[in-house]
């Protein structure tokens, strides 16, 4: 038995299988697969809970925080909506696209980080804010990015 199969059967165990809990279910698994859903764990989510594969890619591919794609150890989303915009939310983004050697969209060379763009995070008045994983860091200066970088490995 796969990783994924038996992973998938030990979540579903945790979680009742209703709808409500997928997006539960799917991140935890996103997270334990190298930061994406793979076709194989998406083939075993829909044995599994019986939901059709094409509404599992569908449900996936509608939220931002799913990907069917490989990603680094950890993701960072800059928010790229009005008051983080006009708090430096874009030269947060160049800053770090420039610390990274990466652009948005893209992963580093070893495999530490993706660099993305959200929409509003929820902290607009600690604007400008970034999401590093599942951990939101708000007022974020140049001075700060150096120090909040450092604690991801
Ligand atoms: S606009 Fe960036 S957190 Fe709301």
Known sequence: MSFESTR?????QDYAPEKGNL???????QKECGNHLSDETLKEVAKTTGIPLNR?????SFYTMLST????????RVCKDGPCNFAGGWATAELL???????????????RFTLEHTACLGTCTAAPAIMID???HAN???EKLGEILKKYK
């Open 8 to 12: 998938v059967k030990e979540l579903l």
């Open 140 to 142: 974020v200066s140049p």
């Open 23 to 29: 997006m539960a279910v799917l991140r935890k698994l």
């Open 69 to 76: 794609e490989p990603k680094g150890r950890h993701i960072i």
């Open 97 to 111: 696209e420039k610390e990274l050697d990466i652009e948005i969209g893209e992963t580093t060379e070893d495999g």
């Open 134 to 136: 599942d951990e939101i």
């Open 56 to 60: 599992l890619y569908g449900f996936v």
